[in-house]
């Protein structure tokens, strides 16, 4: 399980700055795909009419986990970086830590 705290102090290298600042830290998420991009569009055109399905569906998925993107966002001049982490399949963003060892 990885645990990322909400902030983190990076480099940016946006003009303003050019040294270590305070980052807000999110998970990245891929936008909604856009039905006039010119493969979607491609797609379409060539499913209308008959014949079925035209290209080939993806079945053959081996992956367990994904690769963790951070949106680093800087405080000062807001410029925002992405920072990939390794594959994990539990991913936390500013969880509370619990203390290790035997609670009373």
């Known amino acids: 399980m990885v645990n990322v705290p909400k902030e ?3 480099y940016c290298a946006g003009v303003k ?3 270590h600042q305070v980052h ?3 998970q990245y998420k891929a936008g909604k795909a856009s039905n006039f991009a010119q493969g979607k569009r491609r797609y379409d055109s ?5 014949g079925g399905q035209t290209k080939p569906v993806f079945h053959k998925k081996a992956k367990t986990t994904r690769k963790i993107v951070l949106r680093l966002e800087c405080k000062k001049c807001k410029t925002r ?5 390794k594959r994990t399949k539990h991913f936390e963003l500013g969880a509370k830590k619990e203390a290790a060892g035997h609670q009373y």
């Open 8 to 10: 983190r102090r990076t």
């Open 17 to 19: 700055c050019k040294k």
């Open 24 to 26: 807000k830290v999110t």
């Open 81 to 85: 970086k992405q920072l990939v982490l």
């Open 46 to 50: 060539k499913q209308m009419g008959f």
